[in-house]
């Protein structure tokens, strides 16, 4: 018994963008980007939402339209918990979650938002997983908790909206688009059979983004002062020093835009990856012998390939869709998932694991059973 994924879907904006169209606005070509990264072109969400994303994800999951993959049609009553996992929601509040239960109806559930970069839809996969177990477990306190036997669980990014589209280090790798699954408690199912979520401290800032909080502020210490509502928020400069852009923003660089030293990152990555994978399979019980296929978050392909070494697997154990989606952050790894279902790399019974790296640092990989 566990918690299954029954369904999985993805949906990317109508614009796409290859690479050798942004020389319009950086000095960059299709050959640097392409072996230093493998991606050939990106969607960017010009007219759609996040919602908007994560909307039409949910519904093939839920299977209420074409494309995805959806053992069975859920209907909205039939959902306990929406959890969306973005660091780029539309509004504050409600949460992304929230605009989700909405436009699809999920009256019956609790929805809430989580944040860890791009590590964020498999840190969601796993509080879902564990509400779900918690509600189901006979231990005591169980019959008072939240019902909780299904769940949707979302990425969705508009990442461009926090691109600085005059850097060339970073504009080149991210991308818009969500991806969904639903999971379902089942007695005759194993789902999914472990998770291992980690966070390191980012102490050298090497992957930061600030907030731009533009309202005016009319106070000072000693109380309401209308120059102070002129001047600006005080407090931004110390947040901007704490996360290492205060010379950036000095310099008239925008404030509310990721911030990355790529091989830093990567270095990062690389090892959370092979370390994410290796804990998984052990709380598992498996060995990497009995998985059938690995899908990793779609940062770049240079970093698979490393993992894929320090594993002793060849590439085609891995699901690669970055050519033409970029970096999605949160959205990356259900995206590629619902290509994996679709493209039937995924049979039932097939042991796969789901592994992210971001901002935080985070990291982690779940292991399922299909
Ligand atoms: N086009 C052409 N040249 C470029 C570009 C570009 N778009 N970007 C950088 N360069 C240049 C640099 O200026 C540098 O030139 P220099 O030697 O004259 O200074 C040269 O290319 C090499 O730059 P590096 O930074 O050393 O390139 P590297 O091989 O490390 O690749 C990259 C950079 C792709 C960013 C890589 O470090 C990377 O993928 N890092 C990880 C990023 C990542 O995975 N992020 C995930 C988290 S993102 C999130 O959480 C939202």
Redesign the pocket.
């Known amino acids: 018994m566990g918690s299954t994924i029954i369904g999985c879907g993805k949906s990317l904006p109508a614009l796409e963008v290859e690479n050798d169209e942004l020389k319009a606005l ?4 299709d050959e ?2 392409t072996t ?2 493998g991606i050939k072109s990106r969607r960017i969400a010009v007219d759609e939402t996040n919602a908007d994303l994560g909307e039409e994800a949910a519904r093939q999951a839920l299977g209420w339209t074409e494309g995805g993959y959806a053992e069975r049609r859920i209907e909205a009553g039939e959902i306990d918990l929406v959890i969306c996992a973005t ?1 780029t929601p539309d509004v504050v509040v409600p949460s992304a979650a929230g605009l989700l239960r909405r436009r699809l109806g999920l009256d019956n559930a609790i929805a809430f938002d989580v944040n860890a ?2 590590s964020g839809f498999i840190y969601g996969l796993t509080v879902a997983e564990t509400m779900i177990a918690a509600s189901a477990s006979n231990v005591a306190g169980a019959a008072g908790r939240n019902p909780i036997k299904r769940a949707l669980v979302v990425g969705a990014e508009r ?1 461009t909206r926090l691109t600085n589209w005059s850097d ?7 991308g818009d688009g969500a991806g969904a699954a639903v999971l379902e408690w089942n007695e005759e199912r194993a789902g999914i059979l472990s998770s291992f979520i980690v966070n390191e401290d980012d102490i050298t800032n090497a ?1 930061t983004c600030a907030n731009a909080f533009d309202a005016p502020q009319p106070f000072d210490k000693d109380g309401i002062s209308l120059e102070a509502a002129a001047a600006g928020d005080p407090a931004l400069p110390r947040t901007d020093e704490e996360i290492g852009t205060h010379a950036l923003v000095e310099a008239g660089r925008p404030r509310q835009v ?1 911030y ?1 030293d ?2 830093k ?2 270095k990062f ?1 690389a090892e959370a990856m092979t370390t994410a994978v290796r804990q998984a399979v052990e709380r598992a019980g498996i060995t990497l012998d009995d998985v059938a296929c690995i899908v990793p978050h779609q ?2 392909e ?2 698979i390939k490393y993992a894929a070494k320090k594993l002793g697997r060849p590439m085609d154990f891995f699901q690669l869709s970055i050519a033409h989606t970029g ?1 999605s ?1 949160a959205a990356s790894v259900p995206m590629a998932l619902a290509d994996a279902y679709e493209q039937g790399r995924i049979q039932r019974g097939d042991k796969v694991i789901v592994v992210a ?3 935080g640092f985070t990291s982690g990989a779940v292991v399922f059973e299909a």
Request: hydrophobic share 50%.
């Open positions: 950086v000095d960059t070509n640097w980007i230093r990264t660091v970069a791009c990442l060339r280090n970073t504009c080149v790798l991210f992957l990721l990355m790529g091989p990152v990567f990555a940062a770049n240079r970093i970096n952050s790296f971001g901002g």
